[in-house]
């Protein structure tokens, strides 16, 4: 199973920025797609986004689409989620997944379970 990290969570308040890093260690993401997911308490885990492996084709869930951008630097091994105007329904702990390719149900719980490598999570609160 792949290490997968993320960082940069926080509170902040509604309309902020936040970036969130998903970094690789002991391997290199270069061949891996990267999927971000959330989850709030009490509810399904949702897709928000997912890159391909050379970063050429992205997508992203409704909830977030004109103000997440999903981004990779593969020579830093590490991709990011550019979080702008935050909102608290963007409550939740953020997660990265690695896998080969983003499957067509990339946004679905199905579609996450696909993913075989996780990080461990990381909190991001909108409140004010």
């Known amino acids: 199973q792949l290490q997968l990290v993320e960082s940069g969570g926080g509170l902040v308040q509604p309309g902020e920025s936040l970036r969130l890093s998903c970094a690789a260690s002991?391997?290199?993401?270069?061949?891996?797609?990267i999927g971000w997911f959330r989850q709030a308490p009490g509810t399904e885990r949702e897709g928000i986004s997912c890159?391909?492996?050379?970063?050429?084709?992205?997508n992203y869930a409704d909830s977030v689409k004109g103000r997440f951008t999903i981004a990779r630097d593969n020579a830093k091994n590490t991709v990011y989620l550019q979080m702008n105007n935050l909102k608290p329904e963007d409550t939740a702990v953020y997660y990265c997944?690695?896998?080969?390719?983003?499957?067509?149900?990339?946004?679905?719980?199905?579609?996450?379970?696909?993913?075989?490598?996780w990080g461990q999570g990381t909190q991001v609160t909108v409140s004010s």
């Open positions: 002991r391997f290199t993401l270069d061949y891996y797609a």
């Open positions: 890159i391909s492996s050379s970063g050429g084709v992205t």
């Open positions: 997944a690695a896998e080969i390719v983003c499957p067509p149900d990339w946004y679905s719980d199905s579609g996450g379970a696909y993913f075989g490598s």
